[in-house]
């Protein structure tokens, strides 16, 4: 049963970009308008229904929507209790979930009349979505990475190149998300007239939390239609992994209302909490405000942010989306984490079960799965977001075994 | 309440003078450099000090102050020596105003009213935060304004005609009209623009009207002073430090009064300025 409009947890954000406390609109006088501009188009486009048939035509023939909701047998008797069934968005068009914003942006950026598309990225999988819908649309794509990442994600960079988009070096603090983010800003703070800022995950100032939730909420949507499908009910639990959060968000916004749904967010645990060495904002962080938004953060006892670790360089970000924290605090939602450790050996295992080589990012949330599903009886249905293939990460993960390629 | 900044305008005003903003990082390269430096300011020509607060992402800075940031917290920087360092400079100096400048993280996560009350005990006059609008005025602007604090707005070209009354209803002290779009430190603005855009502002407001970004040299201050009531300088300043520190990461003997000297230069452009466009 879902609840009344009034009581809604899918109402959010207010006027001002707030999720209860969080969120808002944070940023330097320069960008203030630029972000109140943003707000009204995107209004627009939400309001038109000729918008969201152009985003429907290009998710089907141009990304392969939908996409497949699998039951994943051989896990589910590996781990003997609950039924996993995993949203295989690995499995479209560049190999991630992101291609699902970066579509319905560079379509609003179009409506704006913008024609130069700036982006930020991690592990590379929002950065090579972005410049491939740059090169669909044919608008010149300048990507933010930090030196850190683009070491370790190197396939990716050249892709991106391959799509035409110019890959910025950032070489400030850790040279990690957080310092590429930094950087995309200053860049748009310099090229205001022209320039959309194409922000991958579910942070930055209103009203981007809200809009990137809108273009992924379409995992969540086909995932209810597809389970009811499947099972003729709604999932018992969902199990996503968090960076900044954009693939949780898109599963779980849907949902919210249905209260018999348990939800799972997993954060990237690193080498363990009490190391200090992870990027869990919202168990090993505080409240802060950075990059446009309220929300939690790894920060020292001056405000100072402090830099994340994770084996993924997507989870590598010392924030969380406003959105997220705001579940947390609320309780709609529960937040886990899983260590570099055990990702590594959720990605070897499902690898080998289930021939299917997830991404590092996903591998945080199977290997939660793979604590939680034994515990749970057989008719329990269990969801776990699949959100990127792990072709990027097979390098890293040789290195991390020891294998020499 | 007539602050600090309010009688300094005032005075320059009768002196047909333009104020001289000068901005450094507190802290950087070190604390004891950055107390020789703020003391020596006044005499050196600056009429408002601008401080920096450090912190680890400035989002709407240029490299030269992001490097300085840097080297201050690597220096060992903080909110309280920060602020200490104003209390310090206070002991010897009651009428040059300071404006504390920086990004909200660092007060929010102290505490506002805790921040305000050690801010106005220290002897700070001011606020520039940078990622705080007038969209988001309850979070420090008001309780600030409330404290006696006058909080200074940033006024930039992308801020139009319609939505300018709205950055200036709760700005006090003076406006800080950014030349250009862009970070700290970048192109130096047109100065027939910079003209124009003062005079837009000031159609809207009586409060004096500073003008930043991108003055590097002492011509440059000049011309800025002649069509605003003050030019501020930052990126130029803090490049100056820089330069006083040797490859191994010491603080050359001397460093203050090479920066000083260099600080008098650019002071000497901004006061000679309206004599020098009399003539």
Aim: include cysteine; hydrophobic fraction near 40%; glycine fraction near 10%.
């Amino acid at each position: 049963m879902s609840t009344s409009q009034a009581n809604s947890l899918r109402n959010g954000p207010d006027e001002r970009g707030r999720f209860g406390i969080f969120g808002g609109r944070f940023v330097a006088e320069t960008l203030m308008p630029l972000v109140l501009d943003l707000d009204k188009a995107y209004t627009a486009a939400k309001n038109d229904p000729a918008f969201q048939a152009q985003i429907d035509f290009m998710q089907r023939d141009y990304v392969g929507r939908p996409s497949p909701l699998y039951l994943a047998e051989r896990l589910t008797e590996k781990f003997g209790g609950a039924k996993i069934y995993m949203k295989r968005d690995e499995l479209n068009h560049t190999g991630s979930h992101k291609i699902n914003n970066c579509l319905g942006q560079i379509l609003l950026a179009m409506r704006m009349g913008k024609t130069r598309i700036i982006a930020e990225t991690g592990a590379g999988q929002h950065g090579v979505a972005t410049a491939t819908v740059c090169a669909r649309f044919g608008l010149p794509c300048v990507v933010y990475m930090g030196t850190t990442d683009i070491e370790r994600q190197k396939p990716n960079v050249f892709r991106m190149k391959l799509l035409g988009a110019e890959v910025v070096p950032v070489t400030s603090g850790t040279g990690t998300l957080k310092d590429a983010m930094n950087e995309a800003l200053r860049d748009w703070v310099t090229n205001v007239d022209n320039t959309y800022y194409l922000i991958g995950t579910v942070a930055g100032p209103h009203p981007y939390p809200a809009m990137v939730r809108d273009f992924q909420s379409v995992i969540g949507n086909e995932t209810k239609a597809q389970m009811q499908e499947r099972e003729g009910r709604l999932p018992d639990s969902l199990v996503a992994c968090i960076g900044g959060g954009s693939n949780a968000m898109g599963l779980f916004h849907p949902f919210l209302d249905d209260r018999s749904v348990k939800i799972y967010g997993v954060e990237a645990a690193g080498k363990g909490l009490e190391t200090g060495e992870h990027c869990a904002s919202l168990k090993g962080g505080s409240a802060g405000v950075l990059h446009g938004n309220r929300t939690y953060l790894l920060q020292d006892e001056d405000g100072q942010i402090k830099d994340g670790h994770s084996i993924s360089a997507g989870l590598d970000y010392p924030g969380i989306g406003p959105e997220h924290a705001w579940l947390h605090e609320t309780g709609r939602a529960e937040y886990v984490s899983a260590t570099d450790r055990e990702a590594l050996e959720a990605f070897q295992l499902c690898s080998r079960l289930e021939g299917i080589i997830p991404a590092l990012e996903p591998a945080h949330a199977l290997a939660f799965v793979s604590k939680l599903a034994p515990t749970l009886p057989k008719d329990h249905l269990m969801v776990m977001n699949m959100c990127g293939r792990g072709d990027k990460d097979v390098f890293a993960v040789a290195d991390h075994l020891g294998v020499t390629l | 309440m007539t602050t600090r900044l309010d009688k300094r305008f005032a005075r320059l005003k009768t002196e047909a003078r333009a104020a001289f903003v000068t901005f450094i990082t507190a802290g950087d390269p070190d604390f004891d450099t950055t107390l020789a430096i703020l003391k020596g300011l006044p005499a050196a020509g600056a009429d408002v000090i601008e401080l920096g607060m450090p912190f680890t992402d400035p989002m709407a800075d240029g490299p030269a102050i992001q490097a300085s940031t840097q080297r201050a917290l690597k220096a060992g920087a903080s909110m309280m020596k920060t602020l200490d360092l104003v209390r310090r400079f206070r002991a010897s100096d009651s009428d040059t105003p300071i404006v504390l400048m920086g990004y909200y993280n660092p007060i929010y996560h102290m505490g506002v009213e805790l921040f305000l009350s050690r801010a106005t005990e220290a002897g700070v006059d001011g606020l520039i935060v940078v990622d705080l609008p007038p969209e988001e005025d309850d979070e420090l602007c008001e309780p600030a304004m409330r404290a006696g604090l006058n909080f200074i707005r940033l006024a930039t070209p992308t801020t139009d005609d319609r939505r300018l009354p709205a950055v200036l209803a709760n700005t006090s002290g003076f406006v800080y009209y950014v030349s250009i779009n862009g970070i700290t430190g970048s192109a130096s603005p047109e100065t027939r623009n910079v003209a124009a855009a003062v005079a837009r502002i000031k159609r809207h407001t009586s409060l004096p009207v500073a003008v930043g970004f991108g003055i590097r040299t002492p011509e440059q201050a000049a011309e800025i002073a002649r069509n605003a009531d003050g030019a501020v300088v930052g990126s130029a300043i803090v490049d100056a430090i820089a330069a006083e520190i040797d490859p191994q990461g010491r603080v050359k003997p001397g460093a203050a009064e090479r920066v000083l000297a260099f600080v008098r230069k650019l002071a000497d452009g901004v006061h000679g300025a309206r004599a020098t466009a009399a003539e």
